[in-house]
C-alpha cells in the first residue's frame, strides 16, 4: 500500500466488484456530485434495480387485487419464500433454518420468548459490552416479564484493562465464574459502537458447555461478514436487513433458528396463523401446529412490498457472492486504516481492533477531546459518516459500492479536517 491517489486508483482497476457500484444509487452533494458515502452500517444505499421489484407488486396489486396472492407474477402467497435460499447463503444456515419477518427487536422478543427459560437458579443474561440500547431495553424488559429484577440478572461483558474491546479469555472468565446461572448469552455480532466482531463459534461452544442457551443479533453482521451460523451453532440469531443487506428505512429482520429446535414441539413461543403448517393452514383450524422449521416462528402474513426491496438486494448479493465480498471488504478496510495511521495525530485513535478477525468494514475513530467539529467538517465536505455519543465517529467501505478512491478521499479530508481543527 501506498498513499497516492494513483494507489488507490490502480486498485478500483484491478477491483472484481467494482462494476457494483453502478447497481446502486449513490446520494448527491448540493452541487451535484456523488457524495462520499460510508453509512452503509446505518443504512445501506438503495439498488437501482429495487424500484423495478417494487413497482411489479404494486402493478399486480392495481391490476389483480386479491388474486395477486395467487397470480401476481411472485405469488404473494409464498413471497417470504424467495427471499429464504439466497438469505441462507449470507447467513451461512440451511434454508429451513431461515425466515424473513416482522423487524429486528420484536423477532428478538419472539426468539427470547422461546429460548429465555429462568428458573430459580439459572436466570441471568449475558450481553455484550456497550450493546445497542435496543437490546438492552429488549433484554430488561424479558427479564422483569418472567419476575426477575435486571439489577441481579444482567451480565454485561467488561472491556480489558485499557481497552475499549473485549477478548475471548475475558468471556471465558465470566463464564467460569457465572455459567451455571446464566440462563441466556445474547451478543451483537459486532458491536455497533467499536466496530468490534466476536468469535462466534468459539462463544457458542462455551456457552453450550456451561448449559446455556446461545443467540446473536447480527444487525452489524448479516451482510458484512462471512457467517457461520449451521455449523457455528448457535440456538438462534436475528439481524436487521437495512444495514449492510439495503433493503430500505426500517424494513423487516432475518431471523435464524437451528434445525436441531425445529421438531420440539415443547419450546413455548408467540403464535400466529402464519406458523401454522401450511397444509391445513386454511382449513381455519383452532389447534395451533407449528410448521418444522424457523418458519414456525412467523406469525402474519408478509409485508410484500418490503420484501420485494429485500429479494433486489439478495440478488445482488447473490451475483456478487458473500465470500467475495468479505475478501474485498478486509482489503478496503485496511487500506482505510493504513491511510488514517499515516499521520499521526494526538486527537483521535481507531478503536476497532486491528486483526482483520476481529473486525467487519467499520472503523470506530474516537476522539481525544469530544466535540463533533471533526465530524461536522466532514458532513460539510460531502462525506456521509455517522457519530455515535461521546466521541466516535464510525465510517464504513461497504464493498459493494464503496471503491478505494472513496477510502483515499475521506483520508485527505479527514488529515485536512484535523490539522484545521487543531
Not at 439478495?314 to 458473500?322: N, R
Amino acid at each position: 500500500m501506498d498513499t497516492s491517489l494513483q494507489f488507490a486508483q490502480e486498485q478500483d482497476q484491478l477491483d472484481p466488484l467494482a462494476s457494483f457500484r453502478k447497481q446502486f444509487h449513490i446520494p448527491k452533494d448540493p452541487s451535484g456530485h456523488d457524495t462520499i458515502y460510508l453509512c452503509g452500517n446505518s443504512l445501506g444505499l438503495m439498488p437501482v434495480s429495487t424500484t423495478a421489484y417494487v413497482n411489479q407488486e404494486l402493478e399486480d396489486w392495481k391490476n389483480l387485487g386479491v388474486e395477486g396472492h395467487f397470480h401476481a407474477k411472485n405469488p404473494w402467497m409464498p413471497y417470504h419464500e424467495f427471499l429464504t435460499d439466497k438469505m441462507a447463503k449470507v447467513v451461512g444456515a440451511l434454508p429451513s433454518e431461515v425466515v424473513v419477518m416482522n423487524s429486528l427487536t420484536v423477532n428478538l422478543h419472539l426468539l427470547m420468548v422461546s429460548f429465555y427459560r429462568p428458573t430459580k437458579t439459572r436466570y441471568k443474561i449475558l450481553f455484550e459490552y456497550s450493546p445497542f440500547p435496543s437490546d438492552r431495553y429488549a433484554i430488561e424488559s424479558q427479564i422483569k416479564f418472567h419476575g426477575f429484577d435486571p439489577k441481579d440478572s444482567m451480565i454485561e461483558l467488561v472491556p480489558d484493562e485499557g481497552e475499549k474491546t473485549v477478548s475471548l479469555d475475558n468471556i471465558k472468565n465470566i463464564l467460569d465464574i457465572h455459567g451455571d446461572e446464566i440462563a441466556l448469552i445474547l451478543i451483537g455480532g459486532v458491536n455497533y459502537y467499536t466496530g468490534q466482531t466476536y468469535d462466534f463459534k468459539s462463544i457458542t461452544q462455551m456457552g453450550h458447555a456451561k448449559g446455556c442457551v446461545v443467540g446473536f443479533d447480527l444487525a452489524h453482521a448479516a451482510g458484512n461478514l462471512e457467517l457461520h451460523l449451521h455449523d457455528d451453532g448457535p440456538d438462534f440469531a436475528a439481524w436487521c436487513t437495512y444495514k449492510y443487506l439495503n433493503s430500505g428505512p426500517g424494513s423487516l429482520s432475518g431471523c435464524f433458528v437451528h434445525e436441531r429446535h425445529h421438531s420440539n414441539k415443547e419450546l413455548p413461543r408467540f403464535a400466529g396463523w402464519w406458523g401454522h403448517d401450511k397444509k391445513t393452514r386454511f382449513l381455519m383450524g383452532n389447534d395451533f401446529q407449528p410448521i418444522e422449521t424457523a418458519e414456525g416462528w412467523q406469525l402474519s402474513n408478509p409485508p410484500v412490498l418490503s420484501m420485494a426491496a429485500i429479494r433486489a438486494s439478495l440478488d445482488i448479493f447473490d451475483q456478487a457472492g458473500i465470500t467475495a465480498l468479505r475478501q474485498k471488504s478486509e482489503k478496503l478496510t485496511a487500506y482505510l486504516a493504513y491511510l488514517i495511521t499515516q499521520e499521526s495525530n494526538k486527537n483521535i485513535r481507531i478503536i476497532t481492533p486491528s486483526d482483520t478477525q476481529n473486525r467487519g468494514c467499520q472503523l470506530s475513530i474516537q476522539m481525544i477531546t469530544p466535540d463533533k467539529k471533526l465530524f461536522n467538517y466532514l458532513t460539510d465536505r460531502g462525506i456521509i459518516s455517522d457519530w455515535r455519543e461521546p466521541d466516535v465517529i464510525r465510517v464504513a467501505p461497504v464493498p459493494l459500492y464503496n471503491s478505494f478512491e472513496d477510502v483515499w478521499q475521506f483520508s485527505r479530508i479527514l488529515h485536512e479536517g484535523l490539522r484545521v481543527n487543531e
